[in-house]
Nanobody, 126 residues
Framework: QVQLVESGGGLVQAGGSLRLSCVAS????????LAWFRQAPGKEREFVAA???????TDGDSVKGRFTISRDNAKNTVYLHMNSLKPEDTAVYYC????????????????????WGQGTQVTVSS
């Protein structure tokens, strides 16, 4: 049984930073592609960033240059380092894992990920 558990969300002022963590269990973590998505009230879930098993990363357009995804295979943990936060970054942030091992391609679609965490709220005040 795969479980993804996010933590690290909270309230931060605009321009501030946060680091989200997601601990995974029940999957071959080092071979998995992992991603962060977010969903603001009344909006569709949006791709934020992904990291392949090789360590290669892909960022969503709205967070390029501000957010960084990383992974620690020894801890079965994926991180999202968020800098220069803006009020429009306010959303529930979800960790996701693909069922494909050693995927050759970076995945940005919601349907590309089988496993999801419960989400963690990030609120950025102006």
């Amino acid at each position: 049984q795969v479980q993804l558990v996010e933590s690290g969300g909270g309230l931060v002022q605009a321009g501030g930073s946060l680091r989200l963590s997601c601990v995974a269990s029940g999957l071959a973590f080092s071979n998995a592609q992992l991603a962060w998505f977010r969903q603001a009230p009344g909006k569709e879930r949006e791709f934020v960033a992904a990291i392949r098993w090789t360590g290669n990363t892909t960022d969503g357009d709205s967070v390029k240059g501000r957010f960084t995804i990383s992974r620690d295979n020894a801890k079965n943990t994926v991180y999202l380092h968020m800098n220069s936060l803006k009020p429009e970054d306010t959303a529930v942030y979800y960790c996701a894992a693909s069922a494909l091992n050693r995927d050759r391609y970076s995945r940005r679609g919601i349907s590309d990920y089988r496993y999801w965490g419960q989400g963690t709220q990030v609120t950025v005040s102006s």
